[in-house]
């Protein structure tokens, strides 16, 4: 591995509904980030809308691009590398995240660095925790994945357990957007389920036949809308702020048993948590406890950096430049990718 001394990247990400950039020091030492969000767009149809989120990353990037590098007090001229999430993600979207790095790398002459979505969020935690360097076991948990994933070194990494069907945080926005919660509802339910009796409705606890740290989310999302549905058909009312509590206890416990059986099986007492639904209340006062109780050491990211930002991108850029991961001007878009590479 090559080291750098006071390595600048200017990072870009837009795999979905934020246009997000920042400078970043070195891996660790965040210069400057700025998140525009759409969310309040997408809110009206319940969800992302691709060509919408596409179409708003093309008019906010320059501008947020040139705040990042303004906030940072630093010129173009005093930057040493560019990153930018090349997968996985909307296509359309990461599109104008790429190109817009490549015409800038096309015009400068800086390295280009692609960076992968979940290893970006990962590396969230390096920003948070500056002591913090792998071997780790990382619970990644986003709007399109949940993984169990062993991060050997910054840029190798095996995937442990991962969902059969629905993401947690998708999972916990279907079920919010049934209760009439504006999207994306996890954190809305997250906090109606604060002020709620978790033990109030009965919820499954799925596992996965042979597969002990896979997770099936799909059937449990099904039992909580038939609840909801029969309760309807009978004139009864549901209360939000119990089923949220109790739908969100059967979640996280799925995630919690999965992720404390692979750490004691797999003997690693430094554990890790990563991406939007990284910041769940109950997800984090429970790991807290667990790893407390098994005298586990527990790294988290500053809630700022659990959602999508351009800070984590260039945080994991640092590691993935100095392992010689680089790319050229035909670097291209994947919906999905592996985080393993
Ligand atoms: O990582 P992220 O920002 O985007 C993706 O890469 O998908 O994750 C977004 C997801 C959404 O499903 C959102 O509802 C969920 O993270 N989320 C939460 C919370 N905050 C965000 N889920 C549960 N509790 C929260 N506090
Ligand atoms: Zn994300």
Same mark, same amino acid.
């Given at each position: 591995?090559?080291?750098?001394?006071?390595?600048?990247?200017?990072?870009?990400?837009?795999?979905?509904?934020?246009?997000?950039?920042?400078?970043?020091?070195?891996?660790?030492? +965040?210069?400057?980030?700025?998140? +525009?969000?759409?969310?309040?767009?997408?809110?009206?149809?319940?969800?992302? +809308?691709?060509?919408?989120?596409? #179409?708003?990353?093309?008019?906010?990037?320059?501008?947020?691009?040139?705040? $990042?590098?303004?906030? &940072?007090?630093?010129? *173009?001229?005093?930057?040493?590398?560019?990153?930018?999430?090349?997968?996985?993600?909307?296509?359309?979207?990461?599109? !104008?995240?790429?190109?817009?790095?490549?015409?800038?790398?096309?015009?400068?002459?800086? @390295?280009? /660095? @692609?960076?992968?979505?979940? #290893?970006?969020?990962?590396?969230?935690?390096?920003?948070?925790?500056?002591?913090?360097?792998?071997?780790?076991?990382?619970? !990644?948990?986003?709007?399109?994945?949940?993984?169990?994933?062993?991060?050997? %070194?910054?840029?190798?990494?095996? /995937?442990?357990?991962?969902?059969? %069907?629905?993401?947690?945080?998708?999972?916990? %926005?279907?079920?919010?957007? !049934?209760?009439?919660?504006?999207?994306?509802?996890?954190?809305?339910?997250?906090?109606? $389920?604060?002020?709620?009796? %978790?033990?109030?409705?009965?919820? @499954?606890?799925?596992?996965?036949?042979?597969? @002990?740290?896979?997770?099936?989310?799909?059937?449990?999302?099904?039992? $909580?809308?038939? *609840?909801?549905?029969?309760?309807?058909?009978?004139?009864?009312?549901?209360? !939000?702020?119990?089923? &949220? $509590?109790?739908?969100? #206890?059967?979640?996280?416990?799925?995630?919690?048993?999965?992720?404390?059986?692979?750490?004691?099986?797999?003997?690693?007492?430094?554990? +890790?948590?990563?991406?939007?639904?990284?910041?769940?209340?109950?997800?984090?006062?429970?790991?807290?406890?667990?790893?407390?109780?098994?005298?586990?050491?527990?790294?988290?990211?500053?809630?700022?950096?659990?959602?999508?930002?351009?800070?984590?991108?260039?945080?994991?850029?640092?590691?993935?430049?100095?392992?010689?991961?680089?790319?050229? *001007?035909?670097?291209?878009?994947?919906?999905?990718?592996?985080?393993?590479?």
């Amino acid at each position: 591995m090559k080291t750098e001394k006071n390595m600048k990247i200017l990072a870009i990400e837009s795999s979905c509904d934020e246009t997000a950039a920042a400078v970043v020091e070195n891996g660790r030492n +965040v210069l400057s980030s700025v998140v +525009v969000s759409q969310i309040d767009e997408h809110k009206l149809y319940g969800g992302v +809308v691709p060509e919408i989120a596409s #179409r708003r990353h093309v008019e906010a990037i320059t501008g947020v691009v040139d705040e $990042a590098l303004n906030q &940072s007090g630093l010129a *173009l001229s005093d930057i040493d590398a560019l990153a930018v999430t090349y997968a996985p993600g909307l296509i359309g979207a990461l599109l !104008v995240g790429i190109n817009f790095a490549k015409g800038l790398s096309y015009a400068t002459g800086l @390295p280009l /660095i @692609p960076v992968h979505h979940l #290893r970006s969020h990962i590396a969230a935690n390096y920003i948070t925790n500056p002591s913090l360097r792998p071997p780790f076991l990382c619970l !990644v948990v986003s709007g399109g994945h949940s993984h169990i994933v062993y991060v050997e %070194d910054y840029t190798k990494m095996k /995937i442990i357990g991962k969902t059969r %069907d629905d993401a947690a945080g998708e999972a916990f %926005d279907k079920v919010a957007r !049934v209760i009439g919660m504006p999207y994306p509802g996890g954190v809305n339910l997250d906090k109606k $389920a604060e002020l709620g009796n %978790d033990s109030a409705y009965t919820m @499954p606890r799925p596992k996965v036949a042979d597969s @002990p740290y896979d997770f099936s989310f799909s059937g449990l999302k099904t039992a $909580a809308l038939n *609840l909801i549905h029969n309760a309807e058909q009978r004139g009864e009312t549901v209360s !939000v702020e119990d089923l &949220s $509590a109790s739908y969100r #206890r059967a979640v996280i416990g799925c995630l919690t048993d999965n992720f404390i059986k692979a750490a004691k099986d797999l003997n690693c007492s430094k554990l +890790v948590i990563a991406g939007g639904v990284s910041a769940n209340t109950l997800l984090r006062r429970e790991l807290t406890r667990i790893c407390a109780e098994c005298g586990y050491e527990l790294y988290m990211p500053e809630l700022k950096y659990c959602g999508d930002n351009g800070a984590m991108v260039g945080a994991q850029a640092y590691y993935e430049y100095l392992n010689g991961n680089t790319a050229g *001007l035909e670097l291209n878009a994947a919906a999905t990718m592996s985080i393993e590479g």
